[in-house]
């Protein structure tokens, strides 16, 4: 009687778990299709248009840390960066963004972060916990920098990102980082 009861536990156990190598190849393909889609839907709600040849002509060495009103700031110096401090994957920080330049563009700042080997784009700014595209318009000038502008960001994995700044609807350049 009991081996009678451990065969049909077995069974139903085996039927409940079983799943066909079918089934889960659909089941992958949609996960990767819900995927493409999550991608394509960033590329269409970003605030600014992000042209692919940026994206494919990113060099991925880490951009270079440079001096400027006593501070080490990461970017392009003379155009662009922010106060260096390390980023850890889906922790929020404070960055202190710098501008540099006569002719600085007008209009809020938009981050656009892109991960080394991926197309698909993803904000890197926060506000209140939630992240968004874009934040303020910059401020005057702040460590040697000629505008400022205090900002939070996360991004969700380590990894080298590329971070496409944007002022208004101008692109500026962008500041490749390594998260831990």
């Given at each position: ?118 197309k698909?784009i ?17 401020g ?10 205090p ?30």
């Amino acid at each position: 009687m009991r081996f009678i009861h451990y065969f049909i536990i077995a069974a139903i156990l085996f039927s409940l778990s079983a799943c066909s190598k079918e089934e889960n190849e659909q089941i992958q393909g949609y996960e990767s299709k819900k995927e493409e889609e999550k991608g394509i839907s960033r590329w269409k709600e970003a605030p600014v248009k992000v042209k692919e040849t940026i994206i494919n002509n990113i060099d991925w060495k880490v951009s270079p840390v440079f001096r400027s009103g006593g501070y080490r700031m990461r970017g392009v110096p003379n155009k662009v960066g922010f106060i260096d401090a390390p980023f850890i994957a889906n922790k929020i920080d404070k960055y202190m963004w710098h501008f540099w330049g006569e002719s600085i563009p007008k209009g809020e700042l938009t981050i656009v972060a892109v991960k080394e080997g991926s197309k698909d784009i993803a904000p890197a700014l926060m506000q209140d916990g939630i992240s968004v595209w874009t934040t303020n318009v910059p401020g005057g000038p702040n460590n040697g920098a000629d505008a400022h502008l205090p900002s939070n960001m996360r991004l969700s994995e380590p990894g080298k990102w590329a971070l496409l700044v944007y002022l208004g609807d101008a692109f500026l350049d962008y500041v490749v980082i390594e998260v831990k």
